[in-house]
């Protein structure tokens, strides 16, 4: 399976513990996306990489969130002491841009489901 | 001021029949994408068309085709006949482009729930 793949597909926590979640591109790909979708809900932009620069991070991304991607491939978030409100599917994309205004196609993976109890 | 909107929570369409799942944008943009996603409930997003602000076709990819229209900002979805396994959530996205390559994120709509029935 060449898609982009993401661990673990299900968390359930209790409020105040630290989680972290695994997202690996299709190994081509140089950019690498986090969204959040809340139920009934489409997805909203977190943050995004290219290779292994952070470029652009959303006001949605508190100081208790944190994203990287060290080597340019695969990329974790982190959430600490996590709350109610952050439970919510967790997706990761990733696509290849060119640098041109072409079309950038942005694939999905599986999405990781948090549950903060 | 959102920068999608979809304004039907629910379709229903007979299995091959067509369908048509509206969205309207916002940009003041002149190079934008817009794309349509569907998300079984698995909950994998699944990429199904693309259409650019440039391009002077609809955009077509086998049963489903975009019809756009500039001026009034719309970009709706057409599924042509349609299959039980079309049932799903459809979502409506767009990705800005001028200002600068580096933007990447796209705007979603909050989606249309589609049901295909025998």
């Known amino acids: 399976d060449t898609g982009v793949s993401q661990d673990p597909r299900h968390k359930i926590t209790k409020r105040g513990q630290n989680v972290t979640f695994r997202c690996d591109p299709i190994?081509?790909?140089?950019?690498l996306y986090w969204y959040r979708q809340t139920l009934g809900q489409g997805p909203e932009f977190l943050t995004y990489?290219?290779?292994?620069?952070?470029?652009?991070k959303s006001r949605l991304l508190s100081d208790r969130f944190s994203a990287e991607r060290p080597k340019g491939s695969f990329s974790t978030l982190e959430i600490q002491r996590t709350e109610q409100g952050d439970s919510a599917m967790y997706l990761c994309?990733?696509?290849?841009?060119?640098?041109?205004?072409?079309?950038?196609?942005?694939?999905f993976g599986p999405g990781t489901r948090l549950l903060v109890l | 001021a959102q920068k999608i909107t979809q304004t039907q929570p629910g379709m229903f369409v007979q299995e091959k029949e067509a369908v048509t799942l509206d969205c309207t944008y916002d940009?003041?943009?002149?190079?934008?994408?817009l794309f349509w996603y569907k998300q079984p409930s698995s909950g994998e997003m699944i990429f199904l068309i693309y259409?650019?602000?440039?391009?002077?076709q609809n955009a077509t990819e086998g049963r489903y085709s975009l019809n756009f229209q500039k001026a009034r900002k719309s970009a709706n979805l057409v599924i042509s006949a349609s299959q039980l396994g079309d049932s799903a959530m459809y979502f409506c996205?767009?990705?800005?482009?001028?200002?600068?390559?580096?933007?990447?994120?796209?705007?979603f709509g909050r989606g249309t729930q589609l049901t295909v029935w025998p």
């Open positions: 259409q650019g602000s440039y391009d002077e």
């Open positions: 190994s081509e790909h140089n950019r």
């Open positions: 990489f290219q290779n292994e620069a952070q470029l652009e």
């Open positions: 940009t003041s943009d002149q190079s934008y994408g």
């Open positions: 994309a990733s696509s290849l841009t060119l640098g041109d205004r072409g079309q950038e196609t942005q694939y």
């Open positions: 996205a767009m990705r800005e482009v001028d200002r600068g390559s580096t933007l990447g994120r796209l705007y």
